[in-house]
T-cell receptor, first 116, second 116 residues
């Protein structure tokens, strides 16, 4: 069974640009969550999508957005990049349906975004 | 609201020694708890999970954790450390139903060093 695939693995962008990251979940998983990992703030929840709907959102500015497609693949977008957006962005895939809280989330290898 | 505290940002042990990584949680509902490991430039890999079936949970790579409700703890242990265990370890709790149950709340992480 293929794991969670995130593309690209590495990105370098200039301040003010925008960026789109992609995540393909495990087949059959309908929930995709995004996390930002930085040395200073650790792992922080960005948002979660389930069946093409945003179900939860973390405490991030509106420059961070996402979407999910009918095949459960998800993208996140960051507009007007700032230096502080440099981070490892992780995507997690899980079954996500009610009653599956005891199941785990599987993580991709992440996209390392560097803003210069 | 749920939260997780990992005591000790850095732990150093000798090869063959006991590994003990500490995690305390706060949760208003019975928690679902997880330990993840992260190797450099990689995503998160699940070590084990607690889902109320048993208080002593065995995971991969010889790790186990014991859920102690009275102490609100979920410490990770391994009887004998290997060099390959050197990595960063994260304890996480799943969010509540009202707060977003498919969201993971992570501790700050503990970096484990293993020396010969």
């Amino acid at each position: 069974k293929a794991g969670v695939t995130q593309t690209p693995r590495y990105l370098i962008k200039t301040r003010g640009q925008q960026v789109t990251l992609s995540c393909s979940p495990i087949s059959g998983h309908r929930s995709v969550s995004w996390y930002q990992q930085t040395p200073g703030q650790g792992l922080q929840f960005l948002f979660e999508y389930f069946s093409e709907t945003q179900r939860n959102k973390g405490n991030f500015p509106g420059r961070f957005s996402g979407r999910q497609f009918s095949n459960s693949r998800s993208e996140m977008n960051v507009s007007t990049l700032e230096l502080g957006d440099s981070a490892l962005y992780l995507c997690a895939s899980s079954l996500g349906a009610a009653g599956t809280m005891n199941t785990e989330a599987f993580f991709g290898q992440g996209t390392r975004l560097t803003v210069v | 609201a749920q939260s997780v505290t990992q005591l000790g940002s850095h732990v150093s042990v000798s090869e063959g020694a006991l590994v003990l990584l500490r995690c305390n949680y706060s949760s208003s509902v019975p928690p679902y708890l997880f330990w993840y490991v992260q190797y450099p430039n990689q995503g998160l890999q699940l070590l084990l999970k607690y889902t109320s079936a048993a208080t002593l949970v065995k995971g991969i790579n010889g790790f186990e954790a014991e859920f102690k409700k009275s102490e609100t703890s979920f410490h990770l242990t391994k009887p004998s450390a290997h060099m390959s265990d050197a990595a960063e370890y994260f304890c996480a709790v799943r969010g509540s139903v009202s707060g977003g149950y498919n969201k993971l709340i992570f501790g700050a992480g503990t970096r484990l060093a293993v020396h010969p």
